[in-house]
């Protein structure tokens, strides 16, 4: 009988240490997430694209707003007052083609070029078989409570975005993080027709979808108040 007692309370003792040290795994892992400088960073940019369907999200984080702005961009869009076109092939080129046409800027960039599966398979991490409409998506993971577990999950969610993607654990918990603590506004540029206009230049040809001026200042001055 004694010696049942004593492998029972070694065994309690076992499985409270366990409890304690893994407490304190998340304890610290949570400090060391957000004491990062995304972390700390009070405008963040970020930019999903997917590149099957010439499709692109731009992501802006303003904290200091407590506002975050989502706008749809489509491939072969063209700016026409800084005279610059969208090449989606270049993920990179979402942010100088955004910053540029609204006037803004973040030293916080972080960017994933998806293929339509990948993108799925990173939304449908957060919902089983939830929405594949990326707006949607947002707008349903803001309303998510936050979850013990979710920085566990952060590795298995940026191995979906690669190999082409700069995120860090950082980044997509700050994305997560501020998404559920602050307003949505989600914006479509205007285009002054559908299709694009093929140009030709020095014997090359170029597809353009000239958007509307009057769009890009409406939004330049909301991004601005």
């Known amino acids: 009988m004694k010696r049942r007692k004593t492998a029972l309370f070694w065994i309690i003792l076992a499985a409270a240490l366990a409890f304690a040290g893994f407490a304190g795994w998340i304890l610290l892992s949570n400090m060391f997430l957000k004491n990062s400088p995304e972390f700390t960073s009070s405008v963040l940019h970020y930019a999903f694209v997917n590149k099957e369907k010439g499709v ?9 707003k407590r506002m975050v702005y989502i706008v749809t961009l489509k491939q072969h869009y063209f700016d026409p007052v800084n005279s610059r076109a969208l090449d989606l092939s270049n993920p990179l080129d979402v942010f100088s083609f955004v910053e540029r046409m609204f006037d803004i800027s973040s030293s916080q960039r972080f960017f994933a070029s ?5 993108l799925k398979e990173f939304m449908n991490s957060f919902f089983k078989n939830g929405s594949n409409d990326f707006p949607v998506f947002l707008t349903n993971l803001a309303s998510k409570k936050a979850g013990i577990f979710d920085n566990m999950l952060l590795g298995r969610r940026l191995n979906v975005l690669r190999p082409e993607s700069n995120f860090t ?56 108040r």
């Open 56 to 64: 692109a999200y731009f992501v802006r984080i303003d904290t200091t």
């Open 114 to 118: 998806l293929t339509d599966k990948q």
């Open 169 to 224: 654990k950082a980044s997509l918990a700050k994305f997560v993080y501020e998404l559920r603590r602050n307003a949505l506004r989600f914006y479509t540029l205007t285009t002054v027709i559908d299709k694009p206009v093929r140009i030709y230049v020095d014997g090359r040809q170029y597809e353009r979808i000239y958007l509307d001026p009057k769009s890009i200042e409406l939004i330049r001055e909301d991004l601005r």
